[in-house]
């Protein structure tokens, strides 16, 4: 386990200490960045307002969960109906709120990648794209840049085990998380091929913890369905809903306000 410092800890480190026990998963770090933006200065770490002092925020919780409740007993029963509804309200729209987002983690490596595909390659996937690249990966590579950015047509052939389906995958993804194209079609050889693609790219957004870091207007909205489609109708950022598909046959990346993201691709029988 890296070394940690329990009184100056950043939020999703916070997450991924308390998630890492025997337990498995037991909070989400949507509740920790709400309940951070709730108390505020009160958890702070005293040396970087940004971090989470863990100690207080324990001492935090204990006390929450501790504090007596106002004594319902003399309110009348439509008074505790209506403060049970309203309630009820409020966690459903806190539960469905994603909260703030994370900071990007690398603001200059996510900004000298933006128009650089290859670039981008090599520092989002580099155990996809660990070896030495061909004179032919390159003439690929330019040629694919050159489409995403300026438009144009080209076919181009190369031999089977050369990755081509892997950078189409990173071509669809560099161009959706930056929003050079707003729609992006992605063909398979056969229906099965183009959702196995489909399921790549959706697994990329959702694991790859370099793209979670740089962008978290896409990641972050995406690892808080935890894999639950049916929760997309009913995502909220700010309050807002974020529109986001994430079916078996289509994405849509979710909209955030100032996010340059955006893009639809899917698999249409």
Not at 157 to 185: D, Q
Request: aromatic letters at 8%.
């Amino acid at each position: 386990m890296p070394q940690i410092n329990p009184s100056s800890m950043r939020p999703v480190e916070v997450a991924r200490l308390i998630n890492s026990t025997e337990l498995g998963f037991v909070l989400p770090q949507a509740r920790i960045y709400r309940d951070f933006n709730r108390v505020g200065f009160r958890i702070a770490a005293s040396d970087n307002s940004r971090n989470i002092n863990l100690l207080k925020y324990i001492a935090w919780m204990f006390d929450q969960e501790h504090t007596q409740q106002d004594d319902v007993s003399a309110r009348s029963y439509e008074e505790r109906r209506d403060a049970e509804r309203q309630r009820q309200a409020e966690q459903s729209l806190s539960g469905r709120d994603i909260g703030p987002l994370p900071e990007v983690g690398n603001p200059r490596r996510k900004a000298e990648c933006e128009r650089n595909f290859r670039l981008f390659c090599e520092c989002y996937f580099p155990e996809t794209f660990s070896l030495e690249w061909s004179e032919d990966h390159i003439k690929v590579i330019i040629k694919i840049e050159t489409a995403v950015l300026s438009g144009g047509l080209f076919a181009l052939a190369l031999p089977r085990g050369m990755g081509k389906t892997s950078l189409a995958e990173a071509a669809c993804l560099w161009a959706m998380l930056y929003g050079h194209r707003e729609f992006v079609a992605l063909i398979g050889a056969t229906e099965g091929a183009a959702l196995e693609i489909l399921d790549s790219i959706k697994t990329e957004l959702d694991v790859n913890e370099l793209l979670a870091e740089d962008f978290p207007e896409v990641c972050f909205p995406v690892a808080q369905l935890e894999g639950i489609a049916n929760r997309c109708a009913g995502q909220l950022y700010q309050g807002v809903r974020t529109r986001i598909t994430w079916t078996s046959n289509e994405i849509v990346l979710p909209t955030i306000k100032s996010s340059k993201a955006s893009g639809i691709i899917g698999v249409h029988r």
